[in-house]
């Protein structure tokens, strides 16, 4: 199995793009490109050449870096093939249920619609990796701007299905945010509480509160979670749909 390298790129305002990097063939690839000068920046000093860009959606924050590091660097582009037209961007453009091969390793295109209709997750299952952008944030999720709170909730389940010790990159730093109202939503989730205490100690040192994994997001998220009892208790929606109570959190969150 390979041992990639992987370096999470702050860019922008809050946005990460992940570099994945094969020490043996030399491969490197960048989920996303929300900015080309940080990314050429951290390739020129690790001493890596861009082979590969993973494009997960459409919007200009993910993609905006791909036309400059194509005058750079011989890569091919990768993106769903529901924004190809649209964006032209891609050399090759992938569906749900798409198996890739990255520096001999499979990644699996998993589509996750809802924050947009193209979007796409990629999981790695030899290396229990997986990049969702912005579709699962660590405590959250992402705003629901194409798709409907039902189409968001399944792509949410296809991630929370993944195994729980795969780790999470995602598409911005927004955790402390999130956090504050997860708990404003679940005062009395202790697992959430701990996990906020972390997570405010760690942002007031600037550090990245990502990479998660799947297990945390299902103890603390609560957008992971419209199916379980006590955060429909919490919310006073005690045997209330899962579409329903997703629908409810996520607009709450909208108005936090
Ligand atoms: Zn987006």
Known sequence: ??????????ARS?????????PASGATASIDAPDAAPIKAELEA????????????????HVEGIKPLRQAFDVTVIGPQKSAA?????????TD????????????????PGHTLDHVSYFLPGQKLAFVADTLFALGCGRVFEGTPEMMWESLKKLRALPDETVVYCGHEYTLANAEFAVSVEPDNAALADRAAQIRALRAED??????????????????????RGLADALGMAGADPVTVFAEVRGRKDRF
């Open 46 to 61: 690790r001493g890596w050449t861009l082979t590969h860009i993973l494009v997960t959606h459409k919007h200009l924050d």
């Open 97 to 112: 249920g798409d198996h890739l091969e990255f520096a001999g390793t499979e990644v699996q295109v998993i589509e996750t």
């Open 14 to 22: 809050d946005n990460y793009a992940v570099l994945v990097h094969d």
């Open 1 to 10: 199995m390979a041992d990639f390298d992987i370096v999470q790129l702050p």
């Open 207 to 228: 550090k990245p509160t990502l990479p998660t994994t799947i297990k945390r997001e299902k103890e603390t998220n609560p957008f992971l979670r419209a199916d379980d």
């Open 86 to 94: 649209e964006t032209g961007l891609y050399d090759r453009t992938v």
